[in-house]
């Protein structure tokens, strides 16, 4: 889910109460990875995100609302099995950590929820007799960084490859329902405030705007260009900003390293200006150009006659989307060029 500690906060500061609910470990095949999570109100308040569905979310669900029910500060560790226990057909199992927060605990929450805001960050929890002593983990400076080289091994591998990732253990493999509950102290260092893969939109014609929506529920934060005025719509999602510009190529200075670069303007000369400009800067992870094959002939003859190396124009992705989408409804284009986001970047 996009934001946990804010919603927490919120949560504590309306009804006093709420768990964070997060698949801390996954053993073989599981509907989602180490780090999905939920935040559960109590009574008919409801939740927000996924752990996956099916009879592992609705029994996870049920256990957070007896502890939400208890009205009290807790923690517990529990393993689902998926198959024999479930009976869901992926097989595996999985660690679910259900964190019951009080009103108590609100101002370090929304200390916790202000780091959130402000970028990623890692946090290292001890769990253990019922009780989390949730820490951020603050960054090193310094070639050597400080702290023992396998305390600065672990913070690494979490925060580059995993959301969550449980560093230590003092309990056999073989253990109970509730770890927790039998005596074993867990310590887990998790990952908050992922940044969203950046989109550089061009374009805010019938595709454009149907790309935004179906950009708005997944990883991204969408910049939307355009030269002419009243183009964009009055409401907007919450992670898109607009750019009304008469020199659109020119933003692309201002764009991070690795963004998308998504190409679709009203005028042929603009896109190919626009396109020019990101391929000569190589430096994105993607620039897609709207278009057929014939489009994208006669673009990269002229790429190539303005100078840019080969290399750097065999990259440009026209058509975009998925080719097997026949439909030229903008939303079906939308949804083409959305899976081809999530397929070619580290969303």
Known sequence: MAEVWPRVAHLLD????????????????????????????????????TIGGGELEWRVLDAARRALAAGERSASLDRYSLGPELAQCCGGSVDVLCEVFDA???????????????????????????AVDRTPVERRKGANGGGDDASRRRTRTSEICRTVEIVRRRM????????????????IVERFGARPQEVWLFGAGHVGRSLILALAPLPFAVTWIDERRGQFPPVLPGRVRTLESRNAAAELTAAPSNA???????????????????????????????????KRTRFVQRLRNAGLRDDLVDTLVCPIGNPRIRSKEPAAIAAGVAAQLLERLPA
């Not at 709420?18 to 999570?37: F, I, K, N, Y």
């Open 14 to 49: 309306a009804h006093g109460i709420c768990a964070l609910v997060t698949v801390a470990e996954v053993r073989g095949s599981a509907p989602r990875e180490a780090g999905a999570r939920m935040v559960v109100g109590p009574g008919d308040e409801g939740f927000t995100g």
């Open 104 to 130: 108590g605990q609100l101002d370090a929450v929304r200390a916790l929820a202000e780091r959130e805001n402000a970028g990623p960050f890692l946090t290292r929890a001890r769990i253990g007799g019922r």
């Open 172 to 187: 056999p493999e073989e253990r109970r329902s509730d770890p927790v509950a039998s005596g074993e102290e867990v310590e």
């Open 260 to 294: 998308a670069v998504v190409v679709m303007t009203h005028s042929h000369p603009l896109d190919l200006e626009i396109v020019h400009a990101a391929l000569a800067a190589e430096r994105f992870a993607y620039v897609g150009l709207i278009g057929s094959a014939s």
